[in-house]
């Protein structure tokens, strides 16, 4: 029986360091061409093997993104404009918005499910996402689905 690939989406805070340098690793060898796989390892603290073994297995949200669906969902305050400041957020990270769905509020508390599709001129997703965190009256933004 064939094991089918399962995709997870972890908080930064909640990857093992060995994983965010190989992401470090893989960035060095993009931007400095005449770096070797060798001097990047030693560069960042892991050894080749490490390198090898995940670096197919772990890369920034962003990166692989584009043209695709991302579903939040956010609890939010009911505060007149919070949903709007919320939308603009994703107006100016140029992501385009397939659905909205807001609950009725209980107890002064509603909770929001957007899609947007991420298009190629959209910015840093993982970005907007903790601006939205940031904003006063939003208790939450979790990323529940990427297709």
């Known amino acids: 029986m064939e094991e089918q ?46 390198f090898y073994k995940y670096k197919d297995d772990i890369f920034p949200f962003y990166d692989n993104a584009k043209g695709k669906t991302i579903t939040l969902v956010l609890q939010m305050d009911d505060e007149q ?37 991420v298009r190629p001129d959209t910015g840093n997703i993982s970005r907007m996402v903790e601006e939205m965190e940031e904003k006063n009256g939003v208790h939450y933004v979790k990323i529940i689905a990427r297709e």
């Open 81 to 117: 404009g919070l949903l709007s400041d919320l939308l603009h957020t994703v107006a100016v990270y140029k992501a385009n918005i397939l659905t909205i769905h807001q609950s009725i509020p209980v107890n002064n508390v509603a909770s929001l499910t957007l899609s947007v599709e």
């Open 5 to 50: 690939t399962k995709y997870f989406v972890l908080k930064q805070k909640a990857v093992p360091e060995v994983l965010l340098k190989v992401v470090e690793a893989k960035k060095l060898i993009e931007s400095e061409r005449a770096i070797t796989i060798q001097e990047a390892t030693e560069k960042v603290g892991i050894s080749r093997s490490s």
